[in-house]
């Protein structure tokens, strides 16, 4: 610590502090990815203009972004509902493929007959299903052998990915396109599944699933007894236990749903994007991603839907601006700046939690004694 | 010479091995001193894609080796900085790191996407006169190259150290108890900086040591998850150095094992079962250890992912 300084927690951090984080932290991450821009001989402004005009000010442009955030608001809140009780689930990306195999499993199963009223519903409700399922092991093990979730639920993340290729290049599988025998690519889900899309944009009805699963988690952690119980276990474990309160049943419970909320963004990219079980299209971190969007969101479900906007146009940015004739912007710019928003946001954190205040007294050893009030000025009293 | 297909198997298994060994060793110093550093997959990757363009640059393996440990101690440090001086959720702050590393490796990855190094400028073999001629043992353990040999200096150095020196013994304070340290004179944000940053130095020599060796640059799937395998792999060793590398030759085995049989184009299994075999055998590995411990606590250490701050009043 810097002499003569102190840091003191914040009881309650302000709104002003609240905001000037996140939004320091992606003015600061700008500034990294300037750099290494720079590093490859483009010019960072241009870009940063490029990205502000292909996810963010134009209509088509929004649109994406708005399709992205569908999915980062529901991997968000799976991390964030898991992270704020101290739950590390850090397995979204592998809930998400086993989500989104589920749902094009129901949709293929139901088949063309089923109405749409009944199919979207059932679609939905697979993906949440698939995404939960792929949490069980990691949670049960947590609660019941203290195994760490953490790298259980990761590890669980490469084997949903060969899953998901085994179902569509592996074999001869229900999710595979049989007119597509050369170019193995996943059956196109009935139309009855597929999620409406907003007039004539690409947004779909994954966005309200997504908003709508944000309000219920805000309302389930601040209103209800099981968000009691799980800010209570999020705080501390030991007073769970004297509160009488189940520590297996809410580690089991908070896993569960984290796992169908990734689930869910699954459901979302399959039946609101792709329309088929797609791999490689999968394949975009939006698990991984949806940590970053809970932690500048500082794991508050509400807060979790600006931000998904805000990091589903930066990573939309990337492949946009492959198309760019002119320049070759990589792909990764969009992983390295949310990557940095998230590590600046993290450094941030300590002043949200804290703030400087300059040490009432405590004479450095060998300092004349000093009259009280000459050396804090507007310290603490 | 005429090696059988086990023992040119074994052998593989050491250099699959290594880089799992020497990550691991990087993991685990970092979580003696207190720091658990999820970001190893990421340090890894940065590694991995420095070395290649490194050597590349210089021709020289050796450079692009220290290159990567450089790379992977200067990700570490920012690790370090946010886990000990901002006091940073050290669990979000290493996902945090495999995120911004594994972005900045395909940034700087970009122009040799899917390249490996030409045979003349990987890194060879060293035979150790007169071991090397031992049969089978000589095939698979000392016709290796340098970095091989020097994990497992590393690995025996970093035991002793640990072990049975005064530095060594702090560090296992400022794990344990930092408060105890701290009040017994010991500095533990510098201890938790150096162990970390050294850690991701030889995280990094991990990454690096795949490229170097020959493998293409193929993204985040050049180390495929070997950097959360080391991290696991701590766990099993009981945050031992030299059960950590017995470990790594597991899963060297383990690994190879499946690349022999992917080769072999078995058609019992299809190959994409094999790939998630080593990532189940963690899972099961993990459960089944946490099933026989007690405590709960499969001997790490105490302080393990908690920031120090000391208690001013």
């Given at each position: ?381 | ?20 060994a020497?990550?691991a060793l990087g993991a685990l110093l970092g979580e003696r001193s ?118 497992w200096?590393l690995i025996v150095a970093a035991a002793f150290y640990l072990a049975r020196?005064?530095?060594g013994?702090?560090v296992r304070?400022?794990g344990e ?53 080391a991290?696991a792999l701590v766990v099993f060793a009981s945050w031992r150095p030299i059960r950590a590398l017995a470990g790594a030759y597991l ?38 250890l946490?099933?026989?411990d007690?405590?709960?606590r499969l001997g790490a250490p105490?302080?393990l ?9």
């Open positions: 610590m810097i002499r003569g300084w102190q840091l003191e927690p914040r009881p309650r951090p302000g709104p002003g502090v609240l905001l000037a984080v996140p939004v320091l932290s992606v003015l600061a991450a700008l500034v990294v990815g300037a750099i290494f821009l720079s590093a490859i001989g483009l010019a960072p402004l241009a870009v940063y203009r490029e990205i502000l005009r292909v996810s963010y000010t134009t209509g088509y442009g929004i649109a994406d972004t708005l399709v992205a955030a569908a999915a980062l608001i529901l991997t968000g809140l799976a991390a964030g509902v898991a992270f704020r009780f101290k739950l590390y689930n850090i397995g979204g990306e592998g809930q998400l493929y086993v989500g989104a195999i589920a749902a094009a499993g129901a949709a293929l199963w139901l088949g063309e007959g089923v109405p749409a009223a009944v199919a979207v519903p059932l679609v939905i409700a697979a993906g949440a299903v698939g995404g939960a399922i792929w949490v069980v092991i990691p949670a049960l093990a947590r609660a019941y052998l203290r195994t760490s979730e953490i790298i259980t639920s990761l590890l669980l993340n490469y084997v949903a990915l060969a899953l998901m290729q085994y179902l569509i290049f592996g074999a001869d599988t229900p999710w595979r396109d049989p007119n597509s025998p050369t170019f193995p690519r996943g059956a196109p889900i009935p139309d009855a599944a597929v999620f409406p899309r907003w007039g004539t944009t690409r947004v779909h009805l994954g966005l309200l699933v997504a908003i709508v699963a944000a309000v219920v988690i805000a309302v389930v952690i601040s209103r209800t007894r099981w968000g009691f119980q799980w800010r209570v276990f999020g705080d501390s474990p030991e007073a769970a236990r004297y509160a009488g309160i189940s520590s297996r049943q809410v580690i089991v419970v908070v896993l569960l749903i984290s796992g169908a909320l990734a689930g869910l963004a699954g459901a979302g990219e399959v039946a609101g994007r792709a329309g088929r079980l797609d791999p490689n299209g999968l394949v975009l971190n939006l698990g991984y991603n949806g940590i970053i969007v809970a932690a500048l969101a500082r794991y508050n479900p509400l807060a979790v839907i600006p931000v998904g906007v805000l990091v589903g146009g930066i990573l939309n940015a990337g492949p946009a601006l492959q198309s760019l004739p002119g320049q070759n912007v990589p792909v990764a710019i969009s992983t390295t700046l949310t990557g940095a928003i998230l590590i600046f946001a993290l450094a941030g954190e300590l002043f949200v939690r804290y703030r400087a205040t300059r040490r009432p007294e405590a004479p450095a050893p060998g300092d004349e004694p000093v009259a009280v009030g000459a050396t804090s000025d507007g310290g603490t009293p | 010479m005429n090696d059988s297909v086990l023992v040119l198997t074994l052998a593989g298994a050491v250099i699959t091995g290594t880089p799992i020497l990550a207190g720091v658990l550093n999820l970001g190893i997959e990421g340090i890894m990757l940065v590694g991995a894609v420095t070395a290649l363009l490194g050597t590349q640059a210089t021709g020289q393996p050796v450079i692009g080796l220290v290159i990567g440990a450089l790379a992977g101690a200067v990700l570490a440090s920012l690790h370090g900085f946010l886990s000990v001086t901002m006091r940073a959720n050290q669990i979000v702050s290493g996902l945090a790191l495999v995120i911004f590393g594994t972005g900045v490796a395909i940034f700087l990855g970009q122009p040799i996407e899917g390249q490996a190094l030409v045979p003349g400028r990987r890194l060879g073999g060293t035979p150790i006169p007169l071991l090397a001629d031992l049969p089978a043992i000589g095939r698979i353990l000392f016709q290796q190259d340098l970095v091989v040999y020097g994990s200096l020196t005064r530095t013994l702090a304070a400022v108890s930092p408060a105890t340290a701290d009040a017994a004179g010991i500095r533990v944000a510098l201890i938790r900086y150096t162990h970390v940053a050294v850690g991701g130095a030889l995280a990094g020599i991990g990454g690096a040591y795949i490229t170097v060796r020959g493998a293409p640059w193929d993204q985040a799937a050049t180390t495929g998850g070997r950097g959360w395998i991290i899963f060297g085995i383990a690994l190879r094992a499946n690349f022999a049989l992917q080769a072999a184009d078995v058609r019992i299994v299809p190959p994409q079962f094999l790939t998630m075999l080593p990532y189940l055998l963690t899972i099961a590995v993990l459960i089944v946490s099933a026989t007690a405590r709960g105490a302080a992912g908690r920031p120090y701050v000391r208690d001013e009043r």
